[in-house]
């Protein structure tokens, strides 16, 4: 009977150690893999139990959540989807997360270690504190002027306020709503694919993550390289390009699109978009010379977020001095961002010194209490200040005087530059207008807001096209709202 006990004993013993190894297995070496699992939805249903938290645009909420009950409880919504996506981007239960959705999720999930006012505590409790909510630089006023302004054509506007670098405004149209792709289902299914197919591209985020050909809105770029490496002393002095400029090496004439281009001065050249003047003006300053302003403003910078990343704008590193005079004019393979071409005016705006560009001004955990917040950062020098007063002079000169017209605001200073892009093939496109301006209160020290609008009027007639009859209207409404605040 004992030898019977014995055995069994034994028995016990060795079922007891197969337990405890294959827990051992199961906790320490397959965890991770298990964890990860996509059959595994423990940590999904943990994440959507609770409601995400906020984005606030100018003290309001422009998220939110509802409550359905299933498996994946709470589902994001947008109250005024189209007008801030280009802003939140979207968070949906099938797709992810985009933007400040993204960038900011741990906070708005709840999973930031900064949330948990006691330490420990939630780890005690197997809990989590509930989301943070995220305070953005977006002014509601100038959101919606730069929306309204495109009116659905394709394009983008982006707005930064010069002295800080906050983001006033960034709209990408046209737009969708993002509370489309919250939940499951077939029908987020077809709306993703129905959003993925669309020829205008709506998911897109044209404002930082498209570029495009800046035309003549970079003169302003090579302008500035040229006054800092001294090649123009005298803004008004004729620089001796005749008309039409034969671009270096090459027997290939450059032409202009206006008259009284020939033997003129930068700051005619500027009021007026002479092409001739500023190819010449680039070729002089050289390689070495424009590839340092240029940096200086942010193109190539492959490292720029505010949170989200920005594509990097593009100047080639290596040209033949024919291909610096064309790239010195904006085309080439010059592309830019809107938000580049925005710390551009921005920079002369602000005495040549840009500052970093942000869209998040702080993170608050729920109530008020702060856990992360963004303070003004010089980004990098662009010009010198003697520089950028002479450039905001000649920008003035557009608007009161030259292509720029359609911007000016009355009692207020304003300065601006126009482009008409050509691209594609043999510039065969359908051109893109551009305006890049700044404006600034009669009564204030310093200008109030930097502008840049890009229009992509596929539906407009080529010979219509310009920066100042189309994109120039959009920046002066998005800088009326500005002055108004």
């Given amino acids: 009977m004992i030898r019977y006990i014995r055995r069994a004993a034994w028995l016990c013993c060795a079922l007891l150690v197969a337990l405890l190894v294959n827990a051992a297995r199961l906790q320490v070496v397959q965890s991770d893999a298990l964890g990860k699992s996509p059959a595994n939805r423990r940590s999904d249903i943990a994440r959507y139990a609770e409601p995400r938290g906020n984005i606030i645009v100018g003290g309001r909420s422009v998220t939110g959540s509802k409550d359905t009950g299933q498996q994946l409880r709470f589902e994001r919504t947008y109250p005024e989807g189209p007008l801030y996506a280009p802003v939140t981007g979207f968070s949906s239960q099938t797709y992810g997360t985009t933007l400040i959705e993204n960038a900011q999720d741990r906070a708005l999930a709840g999973t930031d270690p900064l949330l948990r006012a006691i330490p420990l505590w ?34 983008a506007v982006a707005a930064l306020e010069p002295s800080t670098g906050r983001i006033l405004a960034l709209v990408s149209s046209p737009s969708y709503d993002p509370g489309v792709l919250s939940g499951t289902g077939t029908a987020v299914t077809a709306a993703w694919d129905r959003l993925q197919s669309a020829a205008t591209r709506p998911l897109v985020n044209r404002a930082i993550r498209q570029t495009y050909p800046p035309g003549s809105a970079f003169k302003i770029v090579t302008a500035a390289a040229a006054l800092d490496a001294g090649v123009v002393t005298d803004v008004d002095a004729p620089l001796g390009t005749p008309d039409p400029f034969l671009l270096p090496g090459t027997r290939t004439r450059l032409p202009n699109a206006v008259r009284g281009c020939g033997d003129t001065s930068l700051a005619h050249a500027l009021q007026w978009s002479c092409n001739t003047v500023m190819a010449d ?54 592309t830019a961002t809107p938000l580049q071409m925005a710390m551009v005016a921005a920079a002369v705006a602000h ?120 994109a120039a209207p959009i920046a002066r409404a998005v800088m009326e709202a500005a002055l108004r605040k």
């Fill in 351 to 470: 005495g040549g010194e840009v500052m970093r560009p942000h869209l998040v001004d702080r993170v608050v955990a729920r109530g008020t209490r702060a856990i992360s917040r963004t303070h003004p950062m010089p980004y990098q020098r662009a010009m010198k200040p003697t520089t950028a007063r002479r450039l905001q002079e000649l920008m003035v000169r557009v608007v009161e005087d030259g292509t720029g017209a359609n911007a000016a605001i009355p009692g207020a200073l304003v300065g601006g530059k126009t482009g008409t892009a050509q691209h594609g093939l043999d510039n065969s496109g359908t051109p893109y207008a551009w305006f890049i301006s700044w404006a600034q209160r009669e009564d204030a020290f310093q200008p109030a807001v930097a502008v840049a609008v890009v229009v992509e009027d596929a539906e407009a007639v080529r010979g219509h096209i310009s920066g100042g009859g189309s």
């Fill in 281 to 334: 003006v680039g070729a002089r300053v050289g390689l070495t010379g424009i590839l340092a302003t240029v940096r200086a403003f942010g193109f190539n910078d492959r490292d720029l977020h505010i949170p989200s990343a920005v594509t990097p704008s593009n100047f080639d590193t290596r040209m033949s001095p024919d291909q610096l005079a064309l790239s010195s004019i904006g085309q080439f393979n010059t």
């Fill in 122 to 155: 939630h780890d005690i409790s197997r809990g989590r504190p509930p989301g943070g909510d995220v305070i953005t630089t977006i002014e509601p006023s100038m959101q919606r002027a730069a929306f309204a302004g495109l009116g659905g054509k394709r394009g």
